[in-house]
Each structure stands twice: as structure tokens, then as C-alpha cells.
């Protein structure tokens, strides 16, 4: 009889636990409508909601999260990352989104850990090596943000942004022939707005 009650205990707890994920995750989806929409302050509201029916359901912390960092919330934004990594350490998406939170708040060292542990769980996020290039150029570390812009376009040949950045890290580091064709490179995969760049810096 024991047997049975603990028995019964178990499945009615984990019968509550999945009733709380499927109420969070619907909340949290309802959410991200108004987030889309850019209605942050109801979706700030919802994700707040979906946390106070489940503690541990990191999607809701994730994306409130966004929500601060939008808001410029950023001891928020911090705090909600942070949460989302102890939940789950292999979280990629949430180390960029803290490294980025890092970034705006002039924390280059700490933001380059974030994007380096991103990258370490995915080594094909482009995104993390692109904010990582940035990081690097606020140090004034040319050659490793280079090297970073490189490897982006070693995965996306087309990617007119890694060639912009590359093309102003190199005229930076005193490549200026290579940073203006990488420039150049930009233009013609669709970046405009990098000509008024290039009479600038190559045109002198």
C-alpha cells in the first residue's frame, strides 16, 4: 500500500510539473506575439506571468531578458541570462545575449567570454563571432577581430557585414589595400551605406 501511494505521489508531481511547462510555454508564446508586434511592456507583462507559474522555465526567462535589454534594462537583462544558464549551462543563445548585454554596458573583456562560450557550444554561430569582432575592435585587438571576420566568411562567403567590419579592422591595422577591397566586397553584396565609408577611408 506504501508502494502504491508513493507511486501515485510521483506521477501526480510530475503530471503537475508538465501541467505548469504546457501553462508557461503557452503564456510565453502568447508573449512573444506581443514581443514581435514590438509591444514590449505587455510582453514584459506575460513573461513575468509565465515565470510565477513556473520558476524554472527558461524560455520565459530568456526572452524577458530580451525584453530588458531592449528596455535598456540591463542589470535585468543580466540577471535573467544568468538565470537561464543555471538552468541550462549549454545554453548558447543566452551567453550571446548576456555578452551583448556585456557589450552595451562598455564590458568588453566580459562580453568576449560570453561570445567565446557561445562559440565553444556553437561553433557555427555567426552572430557570436560578428559581436566578438566588435568587442575585439573596441580593444583595439585588430588582428583577433580579423581573424574572427575571416571565419565568418569562411561559413557565409556572402555575408556583406563580415566584410565591412574586416574591411575597417584592416584599414585600422594598417592594411588599407586589403581593408578597402573588403570594403568595396561589401558594396557589392548589397551594403549601401558603405561608400560614404569608403571615401572616407580609401578615397584620400
Same mark, same amino acid.
Given at each position: ?26 503564456i510565453? =508564446?502568447?508573449?512573444m506575439?506581443?514581443?514581435? +508586434?514590438?509591444?514590449? #511592456?505587455?510582453?514584459? !507583462? %506575460?513573461?513575468?506571468? $509565465? ?48 555578452g ?8 568588453y ?10 562559440? =565553444? ?6 552572430? +557570436?563571432?560578428?559581436? #566578438?569582432?566588435?568587442? !575585439? %575592435?573596441?580593444?583595439? $585587438? ?23 567590419l ?39
Amino acid at each position: 500500500m506504501k508502494r502504491l501511494s508513493y507511486f501515485l505521489i510521483i506521477v501526480l508531481t510530475a503530471f503537475s510539473l508538465q501541467a505548469k511547462n504546457n501553462s508557461a510555454k503557452e503564456i510565453t =508564446e502568447e508573449g512573444m506575439k506581443y514581443f514581435e +508586434a514590438r509591444n514590449y #511592456r505587455e510582453a514584459l !507583462k %506575460l513573461f513575468n506571468k $509565465a515565470i510565477e507559474v513556473d520558476e524554472n522555465f527558461d524560455p520565459a526567462f530568456f526572452n524577458r531578458g530580451k525584453v530588458k535589454k531592449i528596455l535598456q534594462d540591463y542589470k535585468g537583462a543580466m540577471l535573467d541570462f544568468n538565470r537561464v544558464i543555471d538552468i541550462n549551462p549549454e545554453a548558447h543563445e543566452a551567453f550571446y545575449e548576456r555578452g551583448g548585454v556585456k557589450f552595451e554596458m562598455q564590458d568588453y573583456y566580459g562580453a568576449i567570454a560570453d561570445f567565446t562560450k557561445a562559440i =565553444e557550444l556553437n561553433p557555427s554561430f555567426v552572430d +557570436a563571432y560578428y559581436m #566578438r569582432g566588435q568587442a !575585439k %575592435l573596441e580593444l583595439e $585587438a585588430y588582428k583577433d577581430a580579423i581573424n574572427d571576420c575571416s571565419r565568418i566568411i569562411e561559413m557565409e562567403p556572402k555575408n556583406p557585414d563580415a566584410y565591412y567590419l574586416r574591411g575597417v579592422l584592416r584599414v585600422e591595422y594598417g592594411q588599407k589595400e586589403d581593408g578597402c577591397l573588403d570594403l568595396s566586397k561589401a558594396g557589392e553584396l548589397g551594403d549601401f551605406n558603405v561608400y560614404e565609408v569608403i571615401r572616407e577611408k580609401c578615397n584620400k
